[in-house]
């Protein structure tokens, strides 16, 4: 019987053994990062960072493996995307699957939200558009569209199928895209303007294998007082702290995005900040110094580096708030 590992550790595993199968030492992308190698030992702290995004983009730099992630995906035991995807499991069909998972878009452990749209019979679930994820983290991006898409597969028993793979990134070309050939068997199509996975509506009736209504409601029950017991007497500024916080575990998060978790127009947003006499910007920046701070303190890890995982589109100013908080 495989012993149970937590998704950090399952991740964490993957990585090395897609790293070993290279012929990689890990740890000398560590290093080349001015990171401790070390902190292979410590996957519940690594995994759900924005250091592990550049630990893979770093890898994918120095041994020219564009396909990382792919292979990331291919060592996995199971998807590791976080509640929705245990919750989008537990359900009965994929359709109500799918929608239990963006009831709790907050949670997904990928870059970004996913989203569906039904046009013309075609479902295509998608994420918003984002410089973090496609350009500055491709590779924990395209992680988390394996991993969606393997779920998919898996919990439908293999029955459902693609009909086209969307990406945000050019083609990796030759033997890489040989790699993405193999392990989405359908349709490619990249330099598009979202990554988005695409398939027939039918199969959103599709029973699923792994359904537990009793898994599902457990679940559910646990999330729901978890977030009574975090959200519940929070003003709107403390809930949008809380939900900005809970994705700069390892992401980032725009203005649209915040306004969909809170369930609040953007309208509703932006008065929240007028009546707080802040802005977006300068919240998300005041976010982003401390979970900053809090990687020196946990990973040692150089201010610069720090800077540019965190807020890649504006690390200057980020560099700029840590010298003056430092």
Same mark, same amino acid.
């Given at each position: 019987m495989r012993p149970f590992l937590s998704d950090e550790e399952?991740?964490?595993?993957?990585? +090395?053994?897609?790293?070993?199968?290279?012929?990689?030492?890990?740890?000398?992308?560590?290093? !080349?990062?001015?990171?401790?190698? !070390?902190?292979?030992?410590?996957?519940?702290?690594?995994?759900?960072?924005?250091?592990f995004n550049q630990l893979l983009e770093e890898v994918a730099r120095l041994y020219h493996c564009h396909d990382l992630a792919l292979r990331v995906a291919q060592q996995l035991g199971a998807p590791r995307l976080g509640l929705p995807g245990r919750l989008m499991a537990y359900s009965l069909d994929l359709r109500s699957g799918l929608n239990k998972a963006e009831h709790y878009a907050v949670y997904y452990q990928d870059t970004g939200y996913w989203q569906q749209h039904t046009d013309n019979g075609l479902v295509t679930l998608s994420k918003q558009p984002s410089p973090f994820a496609s350009e500055y983290n491709h590779q924990r991006n395209l992680l988390g569209t394996a991993q969606l898409f393997l779920l998919l597969r898996q919990i439908t028993g293999g029955f459902w199928q693609a009909s086209q793979l969307s990406f945000s990134f050019p083609d990796p070309g030759g033997k890489f895209t040989d790699t993405f050939r193999v392990f989405f068997r359908c349709e490619l199509r990249f330099s598009q303007p979202s990554d988005a996975i695409h398939f027939?509506?039918?199969?959103?009736?599709?029973? +699923?294998?792994?359904?537990?209504?009793?898994? +599902?409601? !457990?679940?559910?029950?646990?999330? !729901?007082?978890?977030q009574a017991e975090l959200l519940g007497e929070q003003a709107p500024l403390g809930r949008a702290r809380l939900l900005l916080d809970q994705r700069l575990r390892f992401a980032s998060c725009d203005f649209s995005e915040l306004a969909f978790y809170m369930g609040i127009s953007k309208e509703a947003l932006r008065q929240t900040f007028r009546d707080a006499a802040s802005s977006f910007d300068e919240f998300r920046r005041e976010r982003q110094a401390e979970r900053a701070q809090y990687y020196e303190r946990v990973f040692h890890a150089p201010t610069a580096l720090l800077a540019r995982a965190i807020a890649p589109e504006a690390s200057d100013a980020l560099m700029a708030r840590l010298g003056k908080t430092s």
């Open positions: 399952d991740v964490l595993n993957a990585f +090395l053994k897609a790293c070993n199968e290279l012929g990689i030492d890990a740890k000398d992308a560590l290093k !080349s990062l001015d990171l401790a190698p !070390s902190l292979l030992a410590s996957p519940e702290k690594l995994v759900p960072s924005h250091l027939a509506e039918e199969y959103l009736d599709t029973d +699923l294998s792994t359904a537990d209504p009793g898994a +599902l409601k !457990s679940l559910e029950n646990q999330i !729901s007082a978890f």
